[in-house]
Nanobody, 124 residues
Framework: QVQLVEFGGGLVQAGGSLRLSCAASGRTFARYAMGWFRQAPGKEREFVAAISWSGGSTNYADSVKGRFTISRDNAKNTMYLQMNSLKPEDTAVYYC?????????????????WGQGTQVTVSS
């Protein structure tokens, strides 16, 4: 089992940047593919980005391509989401998730472990 904790959320103006971190503890971090999801008020949780166990493969939702970058440091048991050119519509609670497989997925049902979430608010 793995425990996940997100850091780095906050309030930022439109056009600004934030970097989210997801710290993992428990079993070997490197065996898990990882993902970021977000949930805005009144909306369903949606896929943002995902990364394979090695970091060699990534994928992104169309809404964040070119603005967000997912990465991981297996030596530090940490995953990151660099968010640039933020928009008010990026406002949501952001969750990190781990999947007990090497390869990432875009469906939230494919993930086995979840963090508690961190709030990102983008003001216009």
């Amino acid at each position: 089992q793995v425990q996940l904790v997100e850091f780095g959320g906050g309030l930022v103006q439109a056009g600004g940047s934030l970097r989210l971190s997801c710290a993992a503890s428990g079993r070997t971090f490197a065996r898990y593919a990882m993902g970021w999801f977000r949930q805005a008020p009144g909306k369903e949780r949606e896929f943002v980005a995902a990364i394979s166990w090695s970091g060699g493969s990534t994928n992104y939702a169309d809404s964040v391509k070119g603005r967000f970058t997912i990465s991981r440091d297996n030596a530090k048991n940490t995953m990151y989401l660099q968010m640039n050119s933020l928009k008010p519509e990026d406002t949501a609670v952001y969750y990190c998730a781990a999947r007990d497989m090497n390869w990432s997925a875009v469906e939230l049902t494919e993930y086995d472990y979840w963090g508690q979430g961190t709030q990102v608010t983008v003001s216009s």
